[in-house]
């Protein structure tokens, strides 16, 4: 641990869903596996980087070697990203809920033999990669965010790098045909300043690994 070119670099890593409750047993959360966040924590800390893996409920185990933060919300995902800066760099991979529950029940809901329903409540979640990327104090010299689409993946990827203010964003299409979300492989493209480049289909660790080189090539 700590050799490499990312050795006295700190970067901050969400990964993972997050989980909005709805009641004390229930809760709305999405398909993110936290796979690929995962392994770019991993291949991070091979690089000799200190990370901070704040990590909402998912499927994979954390990586060895980094510091691991578990949160359940996107507002507890915000605090602990917020209490891990400053940092160098901050990859947010996390699949954050957009909406919270409101109305959430402290004792678990139950049906009251009328036939009523309930109804849910949302609030909007605060978006953490928009709020680090335009930290006017203290910003990481290097945001990336991600961009799971379904369609015109470069176009949206483009207008949400603008939208959001965070340097990279790293889009997939997570169309259902293309399994990508929940499976090995992924098929990503990089957005920056100076335009798009479409990597192939790789495993998730290969992934992870090039966007760690390049991450190195500008923090190193
Ligand atoms: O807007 P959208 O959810 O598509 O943006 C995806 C990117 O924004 C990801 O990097 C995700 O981690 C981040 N995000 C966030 N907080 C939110 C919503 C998204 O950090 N509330």
Request: aromatic share 4%.
């Amino acid at each position: 641990l700590g050799e490499g070119p990312l050795k006295g670099r700190h970067v901050v890593v969400t990964s993972g869903p997050t989980h909005e409750p709805i009641d004390p047993v229930r809760y709305i959360a999405n398909r993110s596996s936290g796979a690929q966040g995962t392994a770019i924590a991993a291949a991070l800390a091979d690089l000799g980087a200190r990370v901070t893996f704040v990590t909402g409920p998912a499927s994979v185990p954390p990586p060895q070697g980094v510091s691991v933060v578990a949160v359940e919300t996107a507002r507890d995902m915000l605090a602990a990203v917020q209490a891990a800066l400053p940092a160098d760099a901050a990859v947010m991979a996390a699949a954050v809920a957009d909406w919270r529950v409101t109305n959430a029940a402290g004792s678990k809901m139950k049906k009251d033999g009328t036939g009523r329903l309930p109804a849910l409540e949302f609030a909007e979640n605060p978006d953490i990669l928009a709020q680090v990327a335009q930290m006017a104090e203290g910003r990481p010299r290097l945001v990336v965010g991600f961009a799971a689409e379904t369609d015109d993946v470069i176009a949206h990827a483009t207008a949400k790098r603008a939208r959001k203010g965070c340097d990279w964003i790293v889009a997939n299409d997570v169309s259902p045909a293309t399994g990508i979300m929940g499976g090995a492989e992924n098929a990503v493209t990089i957005i920056t300043a100076g335009g798009a480049d479409v990597w192939p289909r790789l495993p998730k660790a290969e992934v992870a690994r090039r966007l760690a080189a390049r991450i190195a090539g500008v923090l190193a």
